[in-house]
């Protein structure tokens, strides 16, 4: 059965709508420089965020060069299929798509199978 196929389409319009909230400029703006709380969130997708003035005084605090040299990096970055480089990568990324794939079609329970994908991660890493 595909993930979607259970979802109204109210439901699949509230997801389309969050999503659209979530990833947009305002609200990675409030979530971020302008948060007035004591964590700033760091983990921005857009290009207009990192390119604000407000955004570049928040990584100003992150070390010298941080927030050049992360704009430059996402502004060249078009490496669709990036990921970790190391040697480890095929076997966790295997683990983290089985746990994924197990959780959507409904063979385990999300927090059971990232937990179960979490352990194979931890024991490839530590060799």
């Known amino acids: ?5 259970a979802l109204t389409p109210a439901a699949k319009r509230a997801t389309w709508l ?5 990833a947009s400029a305002e609200t990675q703006a409030r979530t971020s420089w302008k948060f007035a709380g004591p ?3 760091s983990g921005i997708n857009r290009l207009s965020v990192w390119q604000s003035p407000g955004f570049g005084k928040l ?3 992150s070390g010298y060069n941080f927030g050049q040299a992360s704009l430059q990096s996402l502004e060249s970055d078009t490496d669709v ?3 970790p480089r190391v040697p480890q990568w095929p076997a966790i990324g295997e683990a983290m798509a089985t746990g994924i794939q197990a959780a959507l079609v409904g063979q385990k329970k999300p927090k059971e199978a990232l937990d ?3 352990a194979r991660i931890d024991a490839i890493m530590k060799g």
């Open 59 to 61: 990584l100003d605090a």
């Open 116 to 118: 179960e994908a979490q």
């Open 18 to 22: 969050f999503i659209s909230w979530a």
């Open 39 to 41: 964590a700033k969130r």
């Open 1 to 5: 059965m595909e993930a979607d196929a």
């Open 81 to 83: 299929e990036w990921r």
